[in-house]
């Protein structure tokens, strides 16, 4: 006799689930319930990476569903881990706090499943809350995410009163609710067509009517409950098997060479996985999460990762079990699942037959917000450092390692701090790297507003073979943006043509400001205009070095001015916070470009500033605002410092 959970469960009987919402929500709490677990320690510490759990569920129906479970972070610094989620759910359901209500978070997980299409359940959980208040919170999601939200339920009592919930869908006749059976069998024809014969809709009716105008994102059921008291959570499992969408009835869009095509989730075609997330284990070693878009996956399929075009065998095939992994033989289309050992996948990768060369197109990263400069403790910690960031930025690819130049450091770029502080303490604690950082150094600039001439000479001929070198430059401002521009103008073989390369090389070396730790200069033309040579004495290294001082001292005589790096900021604030935000980028010595309301409630504001007064901007403004503001920065170029009063 097999078990349940080792049955493989058909995919028109898999539900595909992210749970979204606000931080502290609920969400994890939820989860718990889900899996018939409560008060473990995982509800309440802020979720900080996407976590896969499935349960199986046997419905009013008697047939046995999966519920595939991802819990996201709520913190908007891991909107790469929510949208790894989204990627592969087939419905979101928005978790809401009954007495918080509707946050800025919940706006900004409901536009990421917009972005996805992707169908949703809302859940108001903390209905035994002290404010706990369900029609004020119904009033809020209807007045910010539109009248298409039906509350399919109603609390018993509620806060310390709290009874338990009834259904206004499948309840007697008492509690069916007309408006909410009216408003259901308007969205969908056929049932419309019945019910104005006369005929009086049954529940399944309803649940099949509500479940297309799910599918098509016309209609968001919203359900309510007390995951921490496990009250709602068996009707939201229902409801999951009723009414929301199979992973057969969703599309994907694949490239296949240059053209981007549909596919349904069919299990009798080839294998193709996309891999959402993959971790490193401490037992099992790096274990990829992922979703059989079609097709069938076995212990003994061999598959290829198609960035790297390697071959990945899926020995060790895992299925997901409440919130552990156990190893399995076979998994199908619409299945969430995981294997351990691949050597080339990375999250976001996508595995499929070398014969069916198909690419699952990956959401947009989100660009870092917030850098950390990081200097290794020790002479051992800065020898495994890099590769410790290679494997935490296979795991989190919206992680980015660059290196400063000017302090060869490495530079751990992320969402924001909390995003780049979690990742360096999980340098310590996954890999044992321990680091100490520092805010990352501004990358000025210099250039010049008028031309100069100068002569670099090395003359060292007492004894020996001699270094002779006379360079004589010129250098003259370039438009902004234009980069660099030499000129070899030297007449009559003052300086042979074979050193004109050293020559060259010498400007382009002092030019990056390295050697003595100056920004490096932009935006400049450099004629070589005269020099001298001798027969004898003169080598690369002296033309090099006499054109390094040329172009020092001619800069210097130009008079550089120092440029500094500008971002083009774009904030989101409530309205009522605007007065304060906008005090502060003027302290910041920024300028508004853009004020708009988004007749939401928020306010649109787009502002330049320069980069050196926004290295810890994503902490300022969450503090300003409460946590409800947030914004993006991109590059806008460079503008003259401010003078130095010195
Ligand atoms: N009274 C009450 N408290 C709840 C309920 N659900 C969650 N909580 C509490 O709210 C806090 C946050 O719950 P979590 O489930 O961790 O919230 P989350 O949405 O997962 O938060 P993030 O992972 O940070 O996004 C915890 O202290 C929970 O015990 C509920 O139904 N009733
Ligand atoms: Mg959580």
């Not at 809302?122 to 209807?142: I, P």
């Not at 999951?240 to 009798?268: K, M, Y």
């Not at 400063?404 to 310590?428: F, I, K, M, P, Y």
Request: charged letters at 25%.
């Amino acid at each position: 006799m097999s078990t349940v959970s080792s049955h493989p469960i058909p995919g028109a009987r898999v539900r595909n689930v992210a749970l979204v919402g606000q931080s502290g929500a609920g969400k994890t709490t939820v989860v718990e319930a889900l899996l018939g677990r409560t008060g473990s320690a995982d509800a309440g510490s802020a979720t900080t990476g996407l976590r896969a759990a499935s349960v199986p569920w046997t419905a009013a129906n008697g047939q046995t569903y999966r519920l595939n479970v991802l819990d996201t972070p709520g913190a908007p610094d891991f909107v790469a881990e929510l949208d790894a989620a989204l990627s592969v759910a087939d419905l979101a359901v928005v978790v809401v706090d009954a007495a918080d209500g509707v946050g800025v978070g919940t706006s900004l997980v409901w536009e990421r499943c917009d972005a996805f299409d992707l169908p949703r359940f809302v859940f108001v959980t903390g209905e035994d809350r002290r404010r706990a208040d369900f029609d004020r919170v119904l009033g809020q999601l209807r007045s910010t995410f539109g009248a298409t939200l039906v509350a399919l339920e109603a609390p018993v009592g509620e806060a310390d009163a709290l009874e338990g919930v009834v259904d206004l869908l499948h309840g007697g006749e008492a509690d069916r609710d007309e408006s909410l059976v009216e408003e259901i069998v308007a969205g969908d024809e056929e049932t419309l067509a019945r019910y104005l014969d006369g005929e009086t809709p049954t529940p399944t009716d309803l649940e099949a009517a509500l479940a297309h105008e799910v599918a098509d994102r016309t209609e968001v059921p919203v359900l309510l409950g007390s995951a921490l008291r496990g009250i709602g959570i068996d009707r939201l499992a229902e409801y999951l098997c009723d009414v929301a969408p199979s992973p057969l009835d969703r599309s994907v869009s694949v490239i296949a060479g240059d053209r981007t095509v549909e596919i349904t989730s069919d299990p009798g075609a080839d294998p193709l996985l996309y891999v959402f997330k993959t971790v490193s284990d401490q037992y099992v070693g790096q274990v990829s999460y992922f979703k059989v878009l079609t097709g069938v996956v076995t212990s003994d399929t061999s598959l290829t990762e198609m960035s790297s075009g390697q071959t990945e065998r899926l020995h060790s095939l895992l299925r997901i079990e409440g919130l552990d992994l156990s190893p399995t033989g076979r998994l199908e289309a619409g299945e969430i699942g995981a294997v351990a050992k691949l050597a080339h996948t990375e999250s976001r990768s996508t595995l499929a037959p070398a014969s069916t060369p198909v690419i699952v197109a990956p959401p947009d990263l989100p660009e870092p917000q917030f850098a950390l400069s990081l200097a290794p403790a020790s002479r051992s910690d800065a020898d495994r450092l890099s590769e410790a960031l290679h494997r935490l930025t296979r795991e989190d690819p919206s992680l980015r390692v660059t290196h400063d130049a000017g302090t060869h450091r490495l530079v751990l770029e992320g969402v924001g701090d909390v995003h780049v502080e979690s990742a360096v303490a999980r340098l310590a604690s996954r890999y044992g790297v321990e680091v100490a950082t520092d805010e990352v150094e501004v990358p000025y600039r210099r250039t010049i507003s008028a031309s100069a001439e100068a002569e670099g000479r090395v003359k060292k001929q007492s004894g020996g073979h001699g270094q002779y070198a006379v360079v004589s430059l010129r250098v003259s401002p370039l438009e902004p943006g234009a980069g660099f521009e030499f000129v070899d103008s030297v007449v009559g073989g003052a300086i042979p043509k074979h050193y004109v390369a050293a020559v060259r090389h010498g400007v382009e070396a002092a030019m990056s400001g390295a050697e003595h730790g100056e920004p490096p200069v932009v935006d400049v033309r450099v004629e070589c205009y005269d020099g001298k040579a001798h027969s004898v004495d003169s080598s690369e290294m002296a033309f090099r070095a006499a054109a390094a001082q040329a172009f020092r001292e001619a800069v210097e005589a130009a008079g550089p001015t120092l440029l500094e790096p500008i971002s083009k900021v774009t904030i989101v604030v409530p309205s009522d916070m605007q007065g304060v935000v906008l005090g502060d980028v003027s302290g910041r010595r920024g300028h508004v470009v853009e004020n708009r309301p988004n007749g939401d409630g928020s306010q649109h504001i787009v502002a330049e500033m320069p980069m050196a007064e926004l290295r810890r901007y994503v902490v300022d403004i969450r503090t300003m605002t409460a946590g409800q503001g947030h914004f993006h920065a991109e590059p806008a170029g460079y503008r003259p410092a401010p003078q130095r009063s010195s």
